[in-house]
C-alpha cells in the first residue's frame, strides 16, 4: 500500500512544481528588456498589440502618445520634465559667510544669482582684509540654476583671466556657447568645495571648473549630475515641457551628466542634518557644528604627535550621550574634513625645508 500512494503522492508534487514553473516569472538571466529589440521588432510588437489586445479602445492614439511621453519622460529622466502652470516659489537659501579658526574663509552663495555675486565680491574683499589663506566654499546649499551666465561669473573670481570656463554644447557644433573668464580672480588661495547630491545644474560646472584651475579638492558626496541647460516651452494646455537642449563641458572635455562630479573624498551627511545646520547657522554660524566648545581643536601639536583630540573628544562625547539618553548633537561632518585638510596642510608647509 506504501508504494502506490509514494507514486501517487510524487505525481502530484510534480505536477504542482510543474504548474508553479509555468506561472511564476522567468529568472533575471532569461528577461527580455525592450532595448534588446531591434527596430522591426518594435514595429511588429507594437502591430501585434494592436490586433490582439483585449481593450483596443485603451489603444486609440491619444493613449498611445500618452505611453509614449510617459516613456520618454521615465528613460530620459533629468533632461525632459513635466512641470504645471506657473512656477513654484523659489526656496529661500540666504547667503552665508564666516572665518573659522580664526584664518580659514567658509562661502556658502545659497544661489548663484547677480546679488549673491555682489555678495561674494565683497566677502573676498573682506577675507583678504583679514589674511584668510583657506577657502571653502560651500555648493551642497546651491539653488539649482539654469543661469550659466552668472555661475560664469561666479568661476571668474576664481580662473585666471583668459582661461576658457565651460562650453554650453547643443545637439550640433552651431548651437555652443563658449564661456572664458576675461578678469584677474579675486581670490589666488587654497580651496576646498563640499558638494553633494542636492549640488546640481550650474553649480556642477564651477565646481569643476574650479577643480581644473584651482587643483580645488571635492569633499562630499557625488553631485547631481544635471550640468546641463534646460529651455521651458508652453505647451496648449499651459503646462511646461522642460527638455534639455544644451550639456555643460569643461575645458577638459570631460561632462558632468549624467555621472556628476566624484568627490576627492568621500564624506556623508543626511540632507535632513545638513538642512538643520544651514538654517540654525544663520544664528549660531557654522563653528558649532565642527567644534564643540569644549572640544580641543586639531593643532601642530596634535598633528606632530599623531593624534586627533577633535576625534577623540567627539567619540567620547558621543558615548556620555548614548550612556545618557541624549540627542546627538548636529555635526557636519564633511565641513569638519575640510578644516582637517586645511590645517594639515599648513602645518606640513611650515615644516623646515618646505616651500611656502
Do not use: W
Amino acid at each position: 500500500m506504501l508504494r502506490p500512494v509514494l507514486n501517487g503522492s510524487l505525481t502530484i508534487l510534480l505536477c504542482t512544481a510543474r504548474f508553479a514553473a509555468a506561472q511564476s516569472p522567468p529568472p533575471a538571466s532569461t528577461a527580455v528588456t525592450v532595448d534588446s529589440l531591434n527596430a522591426a521588432d518594435l514595429q511588429q510588437a507594437l502591430s501585434i498589440i494592436k490586433n490582439n489586445y483585449i481593450a483596443p479602445d485603451a489603444l486609440n492614439e491619444t493613449e498611445l502618445n500618452r505611453a509614449t511621453l510617459a516613456g520618454l519622460l521615465n528613460r530620459l529622466d533629468c533632461c525632459l520634465m513635466l512641470l504645471p502652470t506657473g512656477r513654484a516659489p523659489t526656496p529661500l537659501t540666504p547667503f552665508y559667510r564666516e572665518i573659522i579658526d580664526g584664518h580659514i574663509g567658509y562661502l556658502r552663495p545659497g544661489a548663484l544669482d547677480k546679488s549673491n555675486l555682489q555678495e561674494t565680491d565683497t566677502t573676498l574683499r573682506d577675507f583678504a582684509g583679514k589674511k584668510v589663506d583657506a577657502l571653502i566654499a560651500d555648493l551642497r546649499g546651491t539653488i539649482e540654476t539654469n543661469d550659466y551666465l552668472v555661475a560664469a561669473e561666479f568661476a571668474k573670481r576664481f580662473v585666471p583671466n583668459g582661461k576658457p570656463l565651460f562650453t554650453l554644447r547643443g545637439p550640433t557644433t552651431k548651437q555652443e556657447r563658449v564661456f572664458i573668464s576675461n578678469q584677474e580672480p579675486a581670490y589666488h588661495g587654497f580651496i576646498v568645495l563640499l558638494v553633494d547630491g542636492e549640488t546640481a545644474g550650474a553649480a556642477e560646472a564651477v565646481a569643476g571648473v574650479l577643480r581644473i584651475y584651482d587643483k580645488a579638492i571635492v569633499i562630499g558626496e557625488t553631485t547631481a549630475g544635471r550640468a546641463v541647460q534646460y529651455s521651458d516651452l508652453p505647451l496648449p494646455s499651459a503646462k511646461i515641457l522642460r527638455v534639455a537642449v544644451a550639456v555643460a563641458v569643461l575645458p577638459d572635455q570631460r561632462v558632468c551628466f549624467p555621472d556628476g562630479i566624484k568627490p576627492d573624498l568621500s564624506v556623508t551627511l543626511s540632507r535632513e542634518v545638513k538642512h538643520q545646520i544651514f538654517q540654525q547657522s544663520l544664528t549660531s554660524g557654522m563653528s558649532p557644528f565642527v567644534f564643540e566648545s569644549d572640544r580641543p581643536h586639531l593643532n601642530e601639536a596634535a598633528l606632530l604627535a599623531g593624534t586627533n583630540p577633535e576625534i577623540e573628544a567627539a567619540q567620547a562625547a558621543q558615548q556620555r550621550r548614548a550612556n545618557g539618553g541624549e540627542k546627538p548633537a548636529l555635526h557636519d561632518a564633511p565641513l569638519q574634513r575640510a578644516v582637517d585638510l586645511i590645517t594639515s596642510i599648513d602645518v606640513y608647509q611650515k615644516q623646515p625645508g618646505r616651500a611656502p
